[in-house]
């Protein structure tokens, strides 16, 4: 059987997927599923905070409070935080060519380099930096 990468998921990819959106391509799906299997979704630490921030300024509504959502969504088969290591904040800050100027992204980008990992986003900056090849991207 091949390697499975582990997968992280930006933002809104683990919010949509913790909803049962269907506008999660398949692609993307078939490869948070084969993680999962493996105990190999990673949430980047930045990607919480990202999530109680778009609550607290009213762009999404959750069904419960933020935290409660966040520990339900954690508890996901697979799913694990990934957290911030001095690793990741060095590289988000020094990331080659021309990354995304958002913070959050830049971290987001740096824990799936130090993952070796597929990033699930639909930010199109962030495809755009994968397209360069600093980064192995799936269109969520």
Do not use: C, F
Not at 2 to 13: E, K, Q
Not at 37 to 44: A, F, N
Not at 98 to 112: K, N, V
Request: charged share 20%; hydrophobic share 55%.
């Amino acid at each position: 059987m091949a390697d499975v990468p582990p997968v992280v998921l930006d933002t809104h990819a683990w919010l949509w997927l913790m909803l049962g959106s269907p506008s999660l391509r398949e692609e993307a799906l078939t490869a948070v599923m084969r993680a999962a299997d493996h105990g190999d979704v990673l949430i980047p630490a930045i990607v919480p905070w990202e999530l109680a921030m778009l609550v607290r300024r009213g762009r999404i509504t959750l069904t419960m409070p933020t935290l409660a959502w966040i520990e339900k969504s954690l508890a996901a088969p697979g799913a694990r935080v990934s957290p911030l290591t001095p690793t990741i904040a060095v590289d988000s800050a020094t990331l080659p060519g021309a990354p995304p100027s958002d913070p959050a992204d830049r971290m987001i980008i740096a824990t799936a380099r130090a993952h070796q990992a597929v990033l699930v986003t639909r930010d199109a900056a962030i495809l755009r930096y994968a397209e360069a090849d600093h980064l192995n991207a799936v269109a969520a």
